[in-house]
């Protein structure tokens, strides 16, 4: 069982920046053990992959839409993921959840989910 708590969320201007935090609780080492992703869902619009990063972190995937402006970090130390937000526009206004269990960019090949975090971004 893993549990995934997501923080960082909020209300944004275009081009702030913002941070999100995954924190990861598992009764065994799955945290450190398996990949991790960010999605988000926009209202009205399915859930897209933003990005992912390998167990050792020397994988990291990105969607196109965040290259560029959005990086993507992990402590396993500390079981943590981190989204690190540049250049926030308003068209990335959505629910960010974090995922674990893979790095593929489908959201079908994540195991486990967060309950979500709001980025609102006003132009």
């Known amino acids: 069982q893993v549990q995934l708590v997501e923080s960082g969320g909020g209300l944004v201007q275009a081009g702030d920046s913002l941070r999100l935090s995954c924190a990861c609780a598992?009764?065994?080492?799955?945290?450190?053990?398996?990949?991790m992703g960010w999605f988000r869902q926009a209202p009205g619009k399915a859930r897209e992959f933003v990005a992912a990063i390998s167990w050792s972190g020397g994988i990291r995937n990105y969607a196109d839409s965040v290259k560029g402006r959005y990086s993507i970090s992990r402590d396993n130390a500390k079981n943590t993921v981190d989204l690190q937000m540049n250049s926030l526009k308003p068209e990335d206004t959505a629910v960010y959840y974090c995922?674990?269990?893979?790095?593929?960019?489908?959201?079908?090949?994540?195991?486990?989910w967060g309950q979500g975090t709001q980025v609102t971004v006003s132009s």
């Open positions: 598992s009764s065994r080492r799955t945290c450190s053990n398996t990949g």
């Open positions: 995922a674990a269990g893979a790095i593929a960019p489908q959201a079908s090949s994540f195991q486990y």
